[in-house]
């Protein structure tokens, strides 16, 4: 891989890319690599080392089966499955207090397994790890990239890269990081926040029984429980909790706190014990309407963050990624214009109708099962009866969260772009 501080530094000239990723975290990564074999020149700019990168931790991700194809036609899921990945089989969805549930299997709709849990760490890794690998990408990391100049034919990006000014020209600039850095603002992209009244509060907890590969969604009055399974009988555990509980929850004892998650669940997982370390985050929906400005492109948390309720943010970024990856592959090898407005525009119609059913579906959740209204409870329940004794509603409901149904792409069917 070439050394970009010094290409950089040695010469007067800007160094142009093709494509510039800003973001080197799960989603920046995966499209880079996706990239790969494009025959672009890309770069990934990512201000943490892979070490302290807050996507790489030992928090856990539910990858979809179409994330575990798309991973397939990078050439990246050997690495990743020869870690400690597990699959989800079945998932159980009930009501606290009430009569509504309903089981999915991976029967239901023919596939090995619904999910795969996987450590973020593990991603992380094995993406990286491609990341340096490679001859057609250049990772600049520690890199901040402090402003974002939009031309007619390209962007010119000042890059602060190990303590050294760089300048570069792209293409295309595509922005992976999250929201996290101010250029969506800068460039004019504007994001629409709404802030959820709970936090998810976030640990591992071990069972006194076997898991086989079954995963719970249980919804309390505050929010959904998730319990994902996990190695060695434990479950990773997101429990969405009120704003106002969550500080005394967080300063619980261990035992005080098995006991509260025990009350709030129940014992059908069987009995809780020996709980990780407990993180806290606050939940928020964020919409981009127009993700496009210019020859920049925002694709992930930084068009779109919904809830985690059934597991859909980080695979509705990934399935960004393989249409993006697609898209921008089919137009290099055409030579075609890779940021043209008409190929930008396209994308975005692609995009727009599952980002908006997966914004709204995940949402419409949360109101519905955290509404304290009879009416309300009563339906919810006579709908979750439903989706139970009507094997056509339920494989239509897995279809959709599972994936199945969103455009399909090379990656998604697990092959690779070229």
């Not at 719970?216 to 969405?240: I, K």
């Not at 279809?399 to 455009?407: D, I, Q």
Request: aromatic share 6%; net charge positive; charged share 20%.
């Amino acid at each position: 891989m070439i050394q970009p501080a010094a290409a950089a530094a040695d010469s007067p000239k800007p160094r142009r890319y093709d494509v510039v990723i800003v973001g080197g975290g799960l989603v920046g990564a995966s499209l880079a690599v996706a990239l790969e074999t494009s025959g672009l020149s890309i770069a990934v700019m990512e201000p943490r080392a892979s070490r302290d990168q807050p996507s790489f931790d030992e928090r856990t991700v539910a990858l979809t089966y179409l994330a575990r194809q798309i991973y397939t036609g990078m050439g990246v899921w050997a690495q990743i499955a020869a870690h400690q990945v597990q699959p989800i089989l079945e998932i159980h969805i009930s009501d606290r207090g009430h009569f509504g549930m309903t089981h999915l299997r991976n029967t239901d709709v023919g596939v090995p397994a619904l999910g795969y849990v996987v450590a973020t760490r593990v991603l992380g890794e094995a993406l990286h790890q491609r990341l340096r690998q490679s001859a057609a990408i250049d990772l600049f990391c520690p890199a901040e990239v402090e402003r974002v100049q939009p031309r007619a034919r390209d962007n010119l990006l000042t890059v602060c890269h190990r303590q050294q000014a760089v300048t570069l020209q792209a293409g295309l600039v595509v922005l992976a990081d999250g929201g996290r850095s101010n250029l969506g603002a800068q460039i004019g992209v504007q994001a629409r926040r709404t802030r959820y009244p709970q936090n998810a509060i976030l640990c591992f907890v071990q069972t006194d029984r076997p898991h086989g590969g079954r995963a719970y969604e249980r919804f309390t009055g505050e929010g959904p429980l998730a319990l994902l399974p996990h190695c060695d009988h434990r479950y990773a555990v997101v429990w969405s909790t009120d704003r106002q509980q969550t500080a005394a929850r967080m300063a619980l004892s261990d035992t005080a706190f098995m006991q509260a998650l025990q009350r709030a669940f129940g014992a059908r997982a069987g009995n809780f014990s020996r709980p990780s370390a407990r993180n806290c985050y606050p939940l928020h929906r964020s919409k981009i309407e127009r993700p496009v400005r210019g020859r920049a492109l925002s694709i992930g948390n930084a068009a779109h963050i919904v809830h985690p309720v059934a597991g859909q943010g980080f695979n509705l970024g990934l399935r960004d990624v393989a249409v993006l990856a697609e898209m921008l592959h089919q137009a290099a090898q055409q030579r075609q214009d890779i940021a043209s407005p008409a190929l930008l525009e396209r994308y975005v119609a692609r995009r727009r109708r599952e980002t908006a059913m997966v914004g709204g579906f995940t949402d419409g959740l949360i109101q519905l099962f955290c509404s304290p209204r009879k009416s309300v409870q009563f339906a919810r329940n006579i709908g979750l009866a439903g989706v139970e004794l009507l094997p056509p509603i339920k494989r239509l409901l897995l279809r959709h969260t599972l994936g199945l149904a969103a455009s399909p792409t090379r990656l998604g069917a697990g092959l690779p772009l070229a």
